[in-house]
């Protein structure tokens, strides 16, 4: 089970233009007191065609964590607008905000951000090269979307293997919705095995 | 009867397993299939009984879900008194929940159900140790124990006053335990397994009473549970899914002989449940009949696969009702209500059914104190359990005792539980002093500029978060939550948000912190129907919007959503160490994103969302093709960032084969302090330290002792002398010799120098010549001295150990050829122990020392080796925090100990496995404690050995460890039996590991054997 589970996150100064900061605050709840930080990233997505136009706008260490329930404001900056294809500034875009412990990430909460002009004038004739100095972000915050994945909270990359070659529970005769298969631990985000040495 | 449907309990469509209605009555709860975990959820069972408040909108419906069951919840049962909820899922993990009293509504983050948890339920416990499905949990009578049974063919009882204590792990079962019943009097526990078997399980030794095969021979495993049940007066026991000439049956087994006689026939399929109604009934009088006492009788529910529901009567031949296409799919589990009267039954297809009899239908139920002499008549006064009674177990303590020690237990256990129940109102304080009496909202604004914020030593942003709330004992202080629910931004946007998207002025709204507190006054009541409605309404509002204003852009939205699900390719890890090979590399990149994208499509599928998001996924993966180089430009840019950051991540990150020949580090070696940096290895060459001007170094801590030498300090007559000066207590002397020093050492009795000339020089603390200089064959490589012993390894790879006051060789020129396998193995650490013992650190692992009494090399420690990386023995740790023993095995053992016991924690190792695992483990300490004479070290291992012994129920070990520490009772000469080991005595061992045995009433009997031997002796 997931020793952190985020209870929830604020979007801060939403609606805001452009080039203001992206201020999430975030709560959490802890179960028990980790032996190391949390990461968090917010990543912008420049362009839905590519991950190419993806930016990490900051990442940030949170700790140290003991149990009990927290809360911080992360705050990113803008993203670099060089790095926008110039056809996506404007419209929907995703914003996620990312949470690894021991680099592996458990949990991803993405937000649908648009992008529009205020200005009435400008929404009718958008500019050729985007205009950024009047556009407004507008972050959904609403409706978030969470992910959550299992990841090994303990940091021994062996016992990962091993979960995985446990074997599921066989005919259990189509009883199990599809949904529900067994679940196998993903055999990402694993440490060498001399990761105690390198810390 | 009534029948009821109440479409509103639902996990959104997802299968339930499970439902168990609260012993009070006023609640249930449901275990299923959730989003992308598994759920747990408790509902009001007020809008289940009554109409007007199912239509009632300020009364709740769900109580409270719970998301933290990362698969398929199977099971979810209260225990008796009501407190707590234990639930079982496909994680193999039990949990055990606890209602948190004191805090209000809050939500699931992210979750599209926006509705509050009214009720706060909090996972106290996690209980680790199947290592597949869990697929049935049960409460003990008088909740003394829980019983959970999972898909690894075993059975873990679980102290429950004592979590997370195991009691037991019943093995037997040759297929996958799906179902378990507790002996309504506390004798038994049975199981009903795919192995064709049903078996019965005594509580009072936990060994196997009874195994019924025979109605099971014909059966598959076709059913996903096989929940069995025990009748309320104890007399039957009726099992799942059975077969009696080739027809689906639901066998009872009588108590008396475990007999198979009859059995419920009728359901076209197999059963999947059978539950007994709580209550025992008896015939309802009628006015104007006869007053003759009937007999009383027992009602059970059968539900099946063939999605039928039957209720039997046992003074009846024929079911009582049979209730057909109730559900769309197999019934999974029943729950009646404490009263008997009202019935729960849950079904694969997602839906719940809720059935009402009257008393003119089953009977008039007996009370409890009828249904207890019912009990003590049929078992007798020793096992009825009455309502009074909170004992252990059935069984009866023989000896006074053993008496103490279970009530000091229970005693302490009252103890933890009166903390536990103070802890709220303690840890408020707390809290307080933290928030300084500031409200939430107060916080909330400023948060930004009063948080902390550091930079890490690689310059990065490390922000420490604000505790706003501690978790002690699972339940968080009331002092903030009652008034502020944290959740008004993320709903209060929506109502903001919509006219935005919608229309196309609108420019200048408000900060949503403006909005808030309007809001919030709309949180804080009970969600009723009308805002939620219009919440949800204003959702559907937002997203047909956006979909609107982007409807060009329905592509490139498709490829977002995927984005929700996926892992960041910027985390490091796997991901980033591909694309930095492949940057290296890019004429090899092909195959290894082959490989990645398969892995990212492996996460995808791991992480289980709406199939929606699949299909994104699935399109994702198939544009991944495509967009390999921009891959690798991203991944490479995400490199470049990393490095500046967190370097050492991107070694760590490279699990790929040719990246790891370009990384391949030296083989690491632990310099211990006396010597210096290795140089490369030749084959059974040592190191040894090179010459230096001067040193100084402290050989004793009380008294402090310190030494100080000055190579090369004067010239006298063409030769140069080194001088050695200590300093002890403040009193100095010292003396000259003739070569330069290399190495020196010392203890608060002697001190050693070894010279450049192979000269070995010994001095008593005062600075007097103890023996004459020893010559030695090849130069020193590590020299030790502990008391008044002096130990040297020599760099020709050979060790002597002389004990100075007895001028006498302890090991003599021992070479270390034996334990110096492998080309690459070199000393990485060597010390002296207070008797004398010399051990050897190798640099892969393990450590060595010489048994001088067995003239051998004895393995005392392996860090490689697999039986300390599973060893599970945390249990049995002294409850007291004492410090782990600091002798010399824990010195060469290291921190190396503790990796072993987080390993264990991910239980993944078959328990009989690791049990033994563990037993090995054990015993190898206490040998190696004994072979390095450290007697405190010894102690400590012994009492966790005895206990783990103790809790894994091993008599038989158990047995013969106490006979050892005893010795024989009357002296004889032909015994070679030490009273002594290592300057403990046995007895006083023995004293000390009894009161373990008499924690666990098992041993009772062991236990008064030795407490009598051992007053006999000290009354002798």
Same mark, same amino acid.
Not at chain 2, 319 to 344: A, E, N, Q, R
Not at chain 2, 650 to 657: E, G, R, S, Y
Not at chain 2, 918 to 946: C, G, M
């Given at each position: 089970?997931?020793?952190?589970?985020?209870?929830?996150?604020?979007?801060?100064?939403?609606?805001?233009?452009?080039?203001?900061?992206?201020?999430?605050?975030?709560?959490?709840?802890?179960?028990?007191?980790?032996?190391?930080?949390?990461?968090?990233?917010?990543?912008?997505?420049?362009?839905?065609?590519?991950?190419?136009?993806?930016?990490?706008?900051?990442?940030?260490?949170?700790?140290?964590?003991?149990?009990?329930?927290?809360?911080?404001?992360?705050?990113?900056?803008?993203?670099?607008?060089?790095?926008?294809?110039?056809?996506?500034?404007?419209?929907?875009?995703?914003?996620?905000?990312?949470?690894?412990?021991?680099?592996?990430?458990?949990?991803?909460?993405?937000?649908?951000?648009?992008?529009?002009?205020?200005?009435?004038?400008?929404?009718?004739?958008?500019?050729?090269?985007?205009?950024?100095?009047?556009?407004?972000?507008?972050?959904?915050?609403?409706?978030?979307?969470?992910?959550?994945?299992?990841?090994?909270?303990?940091?021994?990359?062996?016992?990962?293997?091993?979960?995985?070659?446990?074997?599921?529970?066989?005919?259990?005769?189509?009883?199990?919705?599809?949904?529900?298969?067994?679940?196998?631990?993903?055999?990402?985000?694993?440490?060498?095995?001399?990761?105690?040495?390198?810390? | 009867?009534?029948?009821?449907?109440?479409?509103?309990?639902?996990?959104?469509?997802?299968?339930?397993?499970?439902?168990?209605?609260?012993?009070?009555?006023?609640?249930?709860?449901?275990?299923?299939?959730?989003?992308?975990?598994?759920?747990?959820?408790?509902?009001?069972?007020?809008?289940?009984?009554?109409?007007?408040?199912?239509?009632?909108?300020?009364?709740?419906?769900?109580?409270?879900?719970?998301?933290?069951?990362?698969?398929?919840?199977?099971?979810?049962?209260?225990?008796?008194?009501?407190?707590?909820?234990?639930?079982?899922?496909?994680?193999?993990?039990?949990?055990?929940?606890?209602?948190?009293?004191?805090?209000?509504?809050?939500?699931?983050?992210?979750?599209?159900?926006?509705?509050?948890?009214?009720? +706060?339920?909090?996972?106290?416990?996690?209980?680790?140790?199947?290592?597949?499905?869990?697929?049935?949990?049960?409460?003990?009578?008088?909740?003394?124990?829980?019983?959970?049974?999972?898909?690894?063919?075993?059975?873990?009882?679980?102290?429950?006053?004592?979590?997370?204590?195991?009691?037991?792990?019943?093995?037997?079962?040759?297929?996958?335990?799906?179902?378990?019943?507790?002996?309504?009097?506390?004798?038994?526990?049975?199981?009903?397994?795919?192995?064709?078997?049903?078996?019965?399980?005594?509580?009072?030794?936990?060994?196997?009473?009874?195994?019924?095969?025979?109605?099971?021979?014909?059966?598959?495993?076709?059913?996903?549970?096989? #929940?069995?049940?025990?009748?309320?007066?104890?007399?039957?026991?009726?099992?799942?899914?059975?077969?009696?000439?080739?027809?689906?049956?639901?066998?009872?087994?009588?108590? !008396?002989?475990?007999?198979?006689?009859?059995?419920?026939?009728?359901?076209?399929?197999?059963?999947?449940?059978?539950?007994?109604?709580?209550?025992?009934?008896?015939?309802?009088?009628?006015?104007?009949?006869?007053?003759?006492?009937?007999?009383?009788?027992?009602?059970?529910?059968?539900?099946?696969?063939?999605?039928?529901?039957?209720?039997?009567?046992?003074?009846?031949?024929?079911?009582?009702?049979?209730?057909?296409?109730?559900?769309?799919?197999?019934?999974? !589990?029943?729950?009646?209500?404490?009263?008997?009267?009202?019935?729960?039954?849950?079904?694969?297809?997602?839906?719940?059914?809720?059935?009402?009899?009257?008393?003119?239908?089953?009977?008039?139920?007996?009370?409890?104190?009828?249904?207890?002499?019912?009990?003590?008549?049929?078992?007798?006064?020793?096992? %009825?359990?009455?309502?009074?009674?909170?004992?252990?177990?059935?069984?009866?303590?023989?000896?006074?005792?053993?008496?103490?020690?279970?009530?000091?237990?229970?005693?302490?256990?009252?103890?933890?539980?009166?903390?536990?129940?103070?802890?709220?109102?303690?840890?408020?304080?707390?809290?307080?002093?933290?928030?300084?009496?500031?409200?939430?909202?107060?916080?909330?604004?400023?948060?930004?500029?009063?948080?902390?914020?550091? #930079?890490?030593?690689?310059?990065?942003?490390?922000?420490?978060?604000?505790?706003? %709330?501690?978790?002690?004992?699972?339940?968080?202080?009331?002092?903030?939550?009652?008034?502020?629910?944290?959740?008004?931004?993320?709903?209060?946007?929506?109502?903001?948000?919509?006219?935005?998207?919608?229309?196309?002025?609108?420019?200048?709204?408000?900060?949503?912190?403006?909005?808030?507190?309007?809001?919030?006054?709309?949180?804080?009541?009970?969600?009723?129907?009308?805002?939620?409605?219009?919440?949800?309404?204003?959702?559907?509002?937002?997203?047909?919007?956006?979909?609107?204003?982007?409807?060009?852009?329905?592509?490139?939205?498709?490829?977002?959503?995927?984005?929700?699900?996926?892992?960041?390719?910027?985390?490091?890890?796997?991901?980033?160490?591909?694309?930095?090979?492949?940057?290296?590399?890019?004429?090899?990149?092909?195959?290894?994103?082959?490989?990645?994208?398969?892995?990212?499509?492996?996460?995808?599928?791991?992480?289980?969302?709406?199939?929606?998001?699949?299909?994104?996924?699935?399109?994702?993966?198939?544009?991944?093709?495509?967009?390999?180089?921009?891959?690798?430009?991203?991944?490479?840019?995400?490199?470049?960032?990393?490095?500046?950051?967190?370097?050492?991540?991107?070694?760590?990150?490279?699990?790929?084969?040719?990246?790891?020949?370009?990384?391949?580090?030296?083989?690491?070696?632990?310099?211990?302090?006396?010597?210096?940096?290795?140089?490369?290895?030749?084959?059974?060459?040592?190191?040894?330290?090179?010459?230096?001007?001067?040193?100084?170094?402290?050989?004793?801590?009380?008294?402090?002792?310190?030494?100080?030498?000055?190579?090369?300090?004067?010239?006298?007559?063409?030769?140069?002398?080194?001088?050695?000066?200590?300093? #002890?207590?403040?009193? !100095?002397?010292?003396?000259?010799?003739?070569?330069?020093?290399?190495?020196?050492?010392?203890?608060?009795?002697?001190?050693?120098?070894?010279?450049?000339?192979?000269?070995?020089?010994?001095?008593?603390?005062?600075?007097?010549?103890?023996?004459?200089?020893?010559?030695?064959?090849?130069?020193?490589?590590?020299?030790?001295?502990?008391?008044?012993?002096?130990?040297?390894?020599?760099?020709?790879?050979?060790?002597?150990?002389?004990?100075?006051?007895?001028?006498?060789?302890?090991?003599?020129?021992?070479?270390?050829?034996?334990?110096?396998?492998?080309?690459?193995?070199?000393?990485?650490?060597?010390?002296?122990?207070?008797?004398?013992?010399?051990?050897?650190?190798?640099?892969?692992?393990?450590?060595?020392?010489?048994?001088?009494?067995?003239?051998?090399?004895?393995?005392?420690?392996?860090?490689?080796?697999?039986?300390?990386?599973?060893? !599970?023995?945390?249990?049995?740790?002294?409850?007291?925090?004492?410090?782990?023993?600091?002798?010399?095995?824990?010195?060469?053992?290291?921190?190396?100990?503790?990796?072993?016991?987080?390993?264990?924690?991910?239980?993944?190792?078959?328990?009989?496995? +690791?049990?033994?695992?563990?037993?090995?483990?054990?015993?190898?300490?206490?040998?190696?404690?004994?072979?390095?004479?450290?007697?405190?070290?010894?102690?400590?291992?012994?009492?966790?050995?005895?206990?783990?012994?103790?809790?894994?129920?091993?008599?038989?070990?158990?047995?013969?460890?106490?006979?050892?520490?005893?010795?024989?009772?009357?002296?004889?000469?032909?015994?070679?039996?030490?009273?002594?080991?290592?300057?403990?005595?046995?007895?006083?061992?023995?004293?000390?590991?009894?009161?373990?045995?008499?924690?666990?009433? #098992?041993?009772?009997?062991?236990?008064?054997?030795?407490?009598?031997?051992?007053?006999?002796?000290?009354?002798?």
């Amino acid at each position: 089970m997931a020793k952190v589970q985020v209870l929830n996150v604020a979007v801060l100064d939403n609606p805001s233009p452009f080039g203001n900061p992206f201020q999430f605050e975030i709560t959490f709840e802890c179960m028990e007191d980790l032996p190391e930080d949390l990461e968090w990233k917010i990543i912008y997505v420049g362009s839905a065609e590519s991950e190419e136009y993806d930016q990490v706008l900051d990442s940030v260490l949170v700790g140290p964590v003991p149990a009990g329930r927290h809360m911080f404001v992360f705050q990113a900056d803008a993203p670099n607008t060089a790095q926008i294809p110039e056809s996506d500034a404007v419209g929907v875009t995703v914003v996620l905000i990312t949470c690894t412990y021991r680099g592996q990430e458990f949990i991803r909460i993405g937000y649908y951000v648009n992008n529009e002009y205020t200005e009435p004038e400008l929404r009718e004739n958008p500019p050729l090269k985007p205009n950024y100095s009047q556009l407004q972000r507008n972050i959904l915050a609403s409706n978030p979307r969470v992910t959550r994945f299992h990841i090994n909270w303990e940091g021994l990359a062996d016992k990962m293997e091993d979960s995985e070659n446990v074997d599921p529970s066989p005919n259990t005769g189509g009883m199990l919705p599809p949904s529900c298969i067994p679940g196998k631990m993903p055999p990402l985000g694993q440490m060498p095995d001399n990761s105690m040495d390198c810390m | 009867m009534k029948l009821l449907k109440p479409s509103w309990v639902s996990h959104n469509g997802k299968p339930i397993f499970s439902v168990d209605i609260h012993p009070d009555g006023t609640k249930f709860a449901t275990g299923g299939q959730g989003e992308d975990s598994g759920k747990v959820m408790i509902w009001n069972m007020a809008p289940v009984l009554r109409e007007e408040d199912e239509k009632n909108e300020n009364i709740p419906k769900m109580l409270c879900q719970m998301d933290n069951h990362l698969a398929c919840v199977n099971c979810v049962r209260w225990s008796n008194n009501g407190l707590y909820l234990a639930s079982g899922g496909d994680d193999k993990l039990v949990m055990v929940w606890k209602r948190a009293a004191l805090i209000g509504p809050s939500t699931v983050f992210g979750s599209s159900n926006k509705l509050a948890n009214v009720e +706060q339920w909090r996972c106290v416990m996690i209980l680790r140790n199947h290592t597949g499905d869990v697929m049935d949990v049960a409460w003990s009578p008088h909740d003394v124990w829980l019983a959970s049974c999972s898909v690894d063919n075993t059975i873990v009882i679980w102290n429950a006053r004592k979590f997370p204590e195991m009691v037991t792990c019943l093995r037997g079962h040759t297929g996958l335990v799906k179902g378990l019943t507790w002996d309504p009097v506390g004798k038994y526990i049975a199981s009903q397994a795919d192995d064709h078997s049903l078996k019965v399980w005594r509580t009072v030794d936990w060994q196997m009473d009874a195994n019924i095969t025979k109605p099971f021979t014909e059966c598959g495993g076709t059913t996903h549970v096989l #929940r069995l049940s025990w009748s309320p007066d104890g007399q039957y026991l009726v099992s799942a899914h059975a077969m009696n000439n080739s027809g689906p049956t639901a066998q009872i087994v009588e108590r !008396d002989g475990w007999k198979t006689n009859m059995d419920f026939v009728g359901h076209r399929k197999a059963v999947t449940v059978v539950k007994f109604n709580p209550k025992i009934f008896k015939k309802k009088q009628k006015n104007g009949s006869s007053t003759k006492p009937s007999c009383p009788y027992c009602c059970c529910a059968v539900g099946s696969k063939d999605r039928s529901l039957s209720v039997w009567l046992t003074s009846l031949k024929r079911p009582l009702v049979v209730i057909h296409d109730l559900f769309d799919k197999s019934i999974m !589990d029943i729950s009646w209500t404490l009263t008997g009267l009202g019935m729960l039954v849950c079904s694969m297809d997602g839906t719940v059914a809720y059935l009402d009899f009257s008393l003119d239908e089953l009977g008039d139920p007996l009370s409890e104190e009828e249904k207890n002499t019912i009990h003590q008549s049929i078992y007798g006064k020793s096992l %009825a359990i009455t309502n009074t009674e909170a004992q252990l177990s059935t069984t009866i303590i023989e000896n006074p005792e053993m008496l103490k020690y279970q009530q000091e237990r229970q005693n302490s256990a009252q103890a933890n539980t009166a903390a536990a129940g103070a802890g709220p109102e303690s840890s408020a304080p707390k809290v307080n002093s933290v928030m300084n009496g500031e409200s939430l909202e107060d916080i909330r604004k400023n948060l930004l500029k009063k948080q902390v914020e550091t #930079r890490t030593a690689d310059g990065r942003r490390r922000i420490t978060p604000l505790c706003i %709330a501690q978790l002690d004992t699972g339940d968080f202080s009331p002092a903030l939550f009652n008034s502020a629910p944290i959740l008004p931004s993320g709903s209060s946007m929506s109502n903001q948000l919509a006219p935005q998207l919608n229309s196309d002025s609108s420019p200048g709204q408000p900060s949503s912190l403006g909005l808030r507190p309007n809001q919030d006054g709309m949180l804080t009541s009970p969600p009723a129907n009308s805002t939620n409605k219009g919440l949800e309404d204003n959702n559907d509002g937002v997203k047909s919007s956006l979909l609107l204003t982007s409807a060009s852009k329905m592509e490139p939205m498709k490829a977002l959503d995927s984005r929700f699900t996926e892992r960041s390719k910027a985390t490091p890890g796997v991901t980033s160490a591909i694309s930095s090979t492949a940057g290296l590399t890019p004429l090899d990149s092909r195959p290894k994103d082959g490989i990645s994208a398969l892995k990212d499509a492996k996460t995808k599928e791991e992480t289980s969302s709406d199939s929606e998001d699949k299909m994104a996924a699935i399109n994702k993966n198939l544009a991944f093709g495509k967009r390999k180089p921009e891959l690798l430009m991203d991944g490479g840019e995400v490199v470049e960032k990393r490095k500046k950051g967190r370097p050492r991540k991107d070694k760590m990150a490279a699990p790929i084969p040719q990246s790891f020949t370009q990384i391949t580090s030296p083989p690491e070696r632990e310099p211990s302090k006396a010597v210096a940096p290795p140089a490369p290895a030749v084959v059974l060459k040592l190191p040894t330290p090179s010459t230096q001007k001067s040193f100084s170094l402290q050989v004793s801590m009380e008294p402090s002792v310190f030494l100080d030498v000055e190579n090369e300090m004067s010239v006298v007559a063409g030769s140069k002398l080194s001088q050695l000066r200590c300093s #002890r207590d403040g009193r !100095d002397w010292n003396t000259l010799l003739p070569s330069p020093v290399i190495v020196a050492a010392g203890s608060s009795d002697v001190l050693a120098v070894a010279c450049e000339d192979r000269m070995l020089s010994v001095f008593s603390c005062c600075g007097r010549r103890l023996l004459p200089a020893i010559q030695l064959a090849t130069p020193v490589s590590a020299l030790h001295c502990s008391a008044h012993f002096v130990m040297v390894l020599t760099a020709g790879a050979t060790l002597f150990v002389w004990d100075v006051p007895k001028q006498k060789a302890l090991v003599k020129n021992e070479s270390l050829l034996t334990i110096l396998s492998g080309a690459d193995t070199t000393v990485s650490q060597s010390l002296l122990t207070q008797q004398g013992i010399p051990v050897i650190g190798l640099s892969n692992g393990k450590s060595y020392c010489f048994s001088s009494s067995l003239e051998t090399w004895t393995l005392i420690a392996d860090k490689g080796d697999s039986l300390v990386q599973c060893a !599970d023995f945390r249990s049995c740790l002294p409850s007291h925090d004492a410090p782990v023993s600091s002798g010399p095995l824990a010195v060469m053992q290291g921190r190396n100990l503790n990796a072993g016991r987080l390993a264990s924690r991910l239980s993944s190792t078959p328990h009989h496995l +690791q049990q033994s695992m563990t037993l090995a483990f054990l015993e190898n300490q206490l040998a190696s404690a004994l072979t390095l004479q450290s007697s405190q070290e010894y102690r400590y291992w012994l009492l966790i050995y005895a206990r783990f012994l103790v809790n894994e129920g091993s008599e038989y070990r158990l047995r013969e460890l106490c006979k050892e520490l005893l010795g024989p009772v009357h002296r004889s000469a032909a015994s070679s039996w030490e009273p002594t080991t290592l300057g403990l005595h046995k007895r006083e061992l023995l004293r000390e590991v009894l009161p373990v045995i008499g924690e666990n009433l #098992r041993f009772q009997r062991l236990f008064t054997e030795y407490q009598d031997q051992l007053e006999l002796l000290r009354n002798k």
